[in-house]
């Protein structure tokens, strides 16, 4: 059995986190028909807490997503959960497939999906992840500041990512793992900075009555550690953004890891705009819903003007047949 086919809405918006939610409102407080349609898996949903929004610091992931869910309906728009997996161009916009076969139309297109994080292949980081190994400081800095900071190398940044977690603590130790040697200036900085280098490959976490106690090396030794900063991959293989043919390929073949926009968040995709992580994978909860907001007011004044432009045609339709 077929499914119902539903109305035609304004504007669909991929992805119900602070960026989706946030435009989502925008546009019904524009009187716009939205549909939000959401897969329920929320990059920070690990996290304990949202921290850096103003008058939401330390609220729950969950928490701040279900007072959002519930502004949009009562603002009149429709959220349902699915994953939007393709999207077809037409006359009238878009008709996005969800995985469950349902086939939703509407004339613009927001994709604020954001992207999985690829983590280190270590025992005990995906376990750990979003509590007491981290990515970012300015999320995070102030619960783990004053403790014992591991920065595990997986990338050319760690190094001043070591420096940079060096303002929250001044028990820092940068874990080479498999980077590349610091070269003079850095150890020179680090050193400076009182950061401690240890060399070889981490093996594991070491954990202790539901905490990180320390970081294991391949050698057997233990490295004391409360809090350990991670640089994870961020991951868009989106087969939605590949059907819109909006996903470039990096030098080695692997996809993009962020859609380009413009200063609105409008994609190369006529009709098509993006805001979040998808976009920008640094931006934190708060510039996530700004950028949703900026593409919403984007997204209806170009409905804005193509209402305008339909108006026109039909207002010399009219005149010509009378």
Known sequence: MGHERNPTYDVLIVGGGAAGLSAALMLCRSLRS??????????NGRSVGVHGFLSRDGMAPADLLAAGREEVRAHGGDITTGKAISASTGPGGFTVLLQDGRKMDSRRLLIASGFEDELPEVPGIEERWGRDVVHCPYCHGWEIRHQAIGVLATEPTAVQEALLLRQWSDNVTLFQHVMHTPTAEEREQLRARAVTIVEGEVQSLQIAEDALTGVVLASGKVVPCAALHVTPRPRT??????SLGLQDATPDGAPAQHLKVDEDGQTAASGVWAAGNVTDPSAQVATAAAAGIKAASAINADLVAEDISQ????????????
């Open 34 to 43: 939205v549909l939000v349609v959401d897969a329920g898996a929320p990059r």
């Open 237 to 242: 293989r989106s087969t939605l953004i590949q």
């Open 311 to 322: 108006a026109v045609a039909a207002a010399k339709q009219y005149g010509m047949s009378q």
